[in-house]
């Protein structure tokens, strides 16, 4: 049950987002009888319409003219004050060199505005990063109550996402001996703005016109659709990278902007923020702004875009074009568009953006509009959602936030830190994201078109998604469920956001909050609540682990978290301070199983890097302290794998399973522990157990179709690769793959049509290499360069790459080259195997690029570490045969390479090896690609 003053603040966000004819019946049924609680609502409403946006430009030279008479009323004292504030506000100014908090160091002056001025600094706790910092007048910010109205409005502007919105950052108060500095921080953008592109070259063409007014419409639409009026639209606050068709279109000070105004507005210098040659008519009246104030606005950029100048308006008659004829030399569709937008009466323009956009063409960008609520709909929600009884309210906002934003029936959602977190919460988010992916992926099995992912899913461990749009081609997802904390001396609050992956537009959102002290509540509680954003019942109960790390001091929790994000660090790379942190947990808790599971994990992948017998025992002893629990069960079953007792390794991921019935961590971790020793069938039997759990779970079909093609099983490989590109539409790779695929089954044109699929979803390495490859099959040396060589640009430390470039210069005769690009295969390996020395193909793939660099002795100790560690598939088989036929050993490679095409090797694969080309004419050779060619011989995949 919400406190008093909680319930005051939901309802208060409630009504703010919603039309202003529907806030009072709704609040008569949200408030009942309680008129204290319904005079506070009031209250806070009549504050949001006087005060306008602390953080908006006060409209220049307007202040004395449009200032009306004020409320006479206790609740509205201190607002015009405000203006006097800016008036007399004496700026504390601030010099490049200048060091802010102990982190922005101040680069330069760039502008200077009605609020503040604005600065490029460079973030020195982001390695350099730079930013734009604003700052805001003491006098606005400084006082309890605006400050608390300034931080809303911020957070308000950075729950709206889109790519052509300039995002804001963070809000930070810092003390200086001149006083206190408040200040925003935002994207740095480069370019130019459209005011200074219009005034350098005067009017716009139509081309690059059409692409900027559809990323200014896509961009205010998302604005609108979270409840948010930008109420300062002008080609000052457009910002340009780029020319012509492909330019990159950035709108500026949205978050300047004021959720939508109630019905009795009243004007103060703040409330009718903006420009006045930007201004509708009706603004200059007193009365309210809206969106299609907004959409007039809209339509005086488009007229200065295309004309040169603003457009000559006549108060009460509107756009008068004849005193500039450039205008009725414009396309039509161009016209009504101005004109529908220019309308001085309200009913007679356009209601909305993408109104206005449809004057166009068909191929204007679809926007969605937010799902209106009738005032019967929200009576009916009322009545469901708030409950007047014995001097308080029980209020479930979350039920109507579910409501107004229903979700597509695919959700595939990427589990994302997101806005980027302290150094001192992200831990805690990667710890509860971790929680939340273990929990809802278990719903994958009985949820149709559900699959939950991270960044952590990804094969490689290179272009991870740091946005959410990002996570569209990488991970495919739809959906991001996006996670931050806000933290005080004794509170801390975990964010949760469902945003649309594609425009990032905000969907849905809740709040989880702890006290420091049951800090380790909250894995559990975002966990729950994340179901419940996502429309899913948790229909499990919880695994002992959870139990037991709700059920641990703040303290352990803390290192907890810290362990666990050393130990997500790709490639291994923190895993020995992962060791020190869980070791500090233990030392806190002596009792605190999953500590002692995590730990022996931990010695497990040590072992794995430097392979000392030492990590195991450390390993084993740490397991068999870790108890019952699915994670303890685990941990000793990875003991077993890698003490080479595979049959007791299995017997205990089979009870820890039984422990976490579809934990996908156990799952996930067992597949690529058994991929990684070279146990490949039973890898691919673990991925197709997976499958079974997580039916769209594209990675399982990929690692699956990998599985298969180093087992030399193209069709198998091919038909995993497709199952995981339907699954995954939107993502490159599986796509890319499938070409590969075709490639070993000799079909080209199934080949290229795979990889030009791949490059339409998302440009990448591995169909850069796939049609490469189909050119060097061609002969066409020179085409299969270019494309190595984008994807070298794409890829510049994959080692494939090199070798296929210096293939090509083998081919062109160019020796040099071949000994270049082959040295820095040699070198891209070697770095691969000092984070993954275990790898018996990478060893035996380093040792073919020593043979190719005249290195005969290190080629040789490479076969040797290829073979001790199990390097006996097919692939990696023939990449020997490949190493000895360099080495001069032309019959041991011809036998080889027989026995791989016996256990199914492809010949069109044969066909790309440079090095083998004398033994493609070897009697025996041609024989067996015959028999495997024949109707009556053995298939070819």
């Not at 004794?490 to 809740?510: G, M, N, P, S």
């Not at 397991?623 to 003991?639: N, P, W």
């Not at 058994?674 to 673990?686: F, G, M, S, V």
Request: glycine share 6%; net charge neutral; proline share 6%.
């Amino acid at each position: 049950m919400a406190d008093q003053q909680e319930l005051v603040e939901q309802l208060f966000d409630a009504a703010l987002a919603m039309d202003p004819a529907e806030r009072r019946a709704y609040l008569d049924r949200a408030c009942g009888d309680n008129l204290e609680l319904r005079r506070s609502v009031d209250s806070l409403l009549i504050r949001d319409e006087q005060a306008g946006s602390f953080l908006q430009h006060p409209p220049p030279g307007l202040q004395e003219k449009l200032r009306p008479t004020p409320l006479q009323s206790d609740e509205t004292k201190g607002f015009e004050e405000i203006d006097e504030a800016i008036a007399s506000a004496p700026a504390i100014r601030i010099s490049p060199g200048d060091i802010l908090g102990d982190r922005f160091l101040v680069i330069r002056f760039i502008a200077k505005g009605g609020m503040g001025e604005v600065y490029e600094v460079e973030d020195l706790h982001l390695q350099g990063v730079r930013l734009a910092l604003k700052t805001v007048l003491p006098q606005v910010a400084g006082k309890p109550s605006m400050q608390r109205r300034f931080e809303r409005e911020v957070l308000l502007a950075r729950e709206v996402i889109h790519p052509n919105l300039c995002p804001i950052y963070d809000i930070f108060h810092v003390q200086l001996r001149k006083g206190q500095l408040n200040f925003l921080t935002m994207k740095l953008l480069s370019g130019e703005t459209l005011a200074s592109r219009i005034s350098r070259q005067g009017r716009i063409d139509l081309p690059e016109a059409t692409s900027i007014i559809k990323q200014v419409a896509t961009a205010l639409a998302a604005i609108h659709d979270a409840g948010i009026l930008h109420r300062d639209i002008k080609a000052s606050n457009i910002m340009l990278d780029g020319s012509g068709e492909q330019v990159r279109v950035c709108v500026m000070d949205f978050g300047l902007a004021h959720a939508n105004l109630a019905e009795d507005y009243t004007q103060t210098s703040f409330g009718v923020a903006g420009t006045p040659a930007y201004m509708a008519p009706e603004l200059f009246r007193g009365e309210p702004p809206s969106k299609t104030t907004d959409v007039y606005a809209f339509g005086v950029v488009a007229y200065e875009m295309l004309v040169g100048t603003l457009p000559p308006i006549n108060v009460g008659k509107g756009l008068q074009p004849a005193q500039n004829s450039a205008f009725e030399t414009l396309p039509p569709e161009w016209q009504q568009l101005i004109r529908g937008c220019l309308e001085p009466d309200i009913s007679s323009r356009y209601q909305t953006i993408p109104d206005a956009l449809t004057a166009l063409d068909s191929s204007s960008p679809k926007v969605t509009t937010k799902r209106s609520i009738t005032r019967r709909h929200m009576i009916e929600m009322g009545t469901g959602a708030s409950l007047a009884a014995a001097g308080g309210i029980w209020f479930e906002w979350p039920k109507i936030d579910l409501w107004i934003h229903p979700l597509p029936e695919k959700r595939f959602v990427a589990l994302m830190a997101w806005p980027t977190a302290s150094s001192e919460s992200e831990p805690i988010v990667s710890t509860v994201l971790g929680s939340i992916r273990s929990r809802l992926a278990r719903a994958e099995a009985y949820v149709k078109n559900l699959l939950i992912i991270t960044s952590n899913d990804l094969p490689s461990p290179t272009g991870l998604p740091t946005t959410p749009a990002e996570s569209v081609n990488a991970l495919g997802a739809n959906l991001v469920l996006a996670a931050s904390l806000q933290a005080t001396a004794t509170k801390v609050t975990l964010l949760l956001q469902v945003l649309d992956a594609a425009t990032q537009h905000l969907l849905r959102r809740q709040h989880v909050s702890s006290s420091r002290a049951q800090l380790s509540t909250l894995p559990e509680k975002g966990s729950a609540a994340a179901a419940r954003l996502l429309d899913l019942s948790e229909q499990e109960k919880s695994p002992k682990d959870a139990d037991e790390l709700r059920n641990v001091s703040a303290d352990v929790f803390s290192s907890f978290s810290q362990a666990e994000q050393f130990a997500n660090q790709p490639n291994n790379t923190g895993v020995d301070a992962a060791i020190l942190k869980y070791s500090e947990c233990l030392e806190k808790d002596p009792n605190f199983r999953l500590g002692y599971a995590k730990l022996a994990i931990a010695y497990i992948r040590k072992y794995y890097i430097v392979h000392d017998s030492a990590l195991l025992t450390l390993a084993r002893q740490n397991a068999e302290k870790a108890g019952d629990s699915a994670k303890g069960l685990f941990s000793r079953g990875l003991v077993y794998l890698y003490s080479d007792d595979t049959n007791q390794a299995m017997d205990y991921f089979v009870k820890a399973l039984k422990a976490d019935p579809g934990n996908p961590e156990i799952m996930l971790y067992r597949a690529h522990a058994l991929r990684d020793l070279n146990h490949l069938p039973e890898a691919e039997q673990t991925y197709r157990e997976i499958l079974k759990e997580r039916p769209n779970y594209w990675f399982a079909n990929n690692d699956l179709g990998l599985m298969l093609f180093r087992q030399a099983k193209y069709q198998q490989a091919a038909d995993a690769f497709d199952a995981a590109a339907m699954s995954a539409p939107d993502v490159a790779l599986p796509m890319a793959n499938l070409g590969n695929m075709y490639i070993a089954m000799g079909k080209r044109n199934e080949a290229k049509e795979a990889a030009e699929e791949s490059i339409r979803r998302s440009n990448n390495y591995t169909a850069r290499l796939v049609l490469g490859d189909i050119a060097f099959g061609d002969g066409d040396y020179k085409g299969a360069l270019n494309n190595y060589n984008q994807a070298a640009q794409l890829r510049p430390k994959n080692h494939l790459i090199w070798r296929n470039i210096g293939d090509c210069y083998t081919m062109l005769g160019q020796p040099a080259q071949v000994r270049e690009n082959y040295t820095k295969a040699a070198n891209s390996m070697a770095q691969v195997l000092k984070n993954n020395p275990h790898s018996g193909p990478g060893w035996m793939t380093l040792a073919f690029y020593h043979a190719k660099i005249g290195d005969a002795a290190g080629a040789a100790t490479d076969m040797a570490n290829a073979e001790s560690r199990g390097a006996i598939d097919v692939e990696s088989q023939f990449m020997k045969v490949q190493t000895l036929a360099v080495l001069g050993k032309k019959e041991d490679a011809t036998k080889l390479l027989l026995t791989c095409m016996d256990r199914g090797l492809s010949p069109a694969e044969v066909n790309l090896a440079v090095d083998l080309k004398d033994i493609r004419k070897d009697p025996r050779y041609i024989s067996q690609v015959t028999k495997k060619q024949s109707p009556s011989g053995p298939a070819t995949s």
